[in-house]
Nanobody, 122 residues
């Protein structure tokens, strides 16, 4: 059993900052990629940023230069530092973790968190 739990969302004014955290726990042999997605009302879920086990990162164009993704492999945790927030960043932010539960698993399995609300007021 694997649990993925996000935290750190909230209400912030435009131009402000928030830091999201996401921790994976339970039966975990290894974690591959970790990522943050978001879904605004009436819109599809979209990738915000991702990070590999080796630390390589990728970002959606709309957050480049404002958001930074990082991870602590010892804590099975991924972070998203969000600066210069805009009202259009308002969404539920979800964490996704690709992992192997046991050493003999051939395939990665994706686990999602329950989401954390980020609201940016103008």
């Amino acid at each position: 059993q694997v649990h993925v739990v996000e935290s750190g969302g909230g209400l912030v004014q435009a131009g402000g900052s928030l830091r999201l955290s996401c921790a994976a726990s339970g039966v975990i042999f290894s974690i591959n990629a970790m990522g943050w997605y978001r879904q605004a009302p009436g819109k599809q879920r979209e990738l915000v940023a991702g990070i590999t086990s080796g630390g390589s990162t990728n970002y959606a164009d709309f957050v480049k230069g404002r958001f930074t993704i990082s991870r602590d492999n010892g804590k099975n945790t991924v972070y998203l530092q969000m600066n210069s927030l805009k009202p259009e960043d308002t969404a539920v932010y979800y964490c996704k973790v690709d992992l192997r539960e046991r050493w003999y698993d051939n395939d990665l399995r994706a686990y999602w968190g329950q989401g954390t609300q980020v609201t940016v007021s103008s």
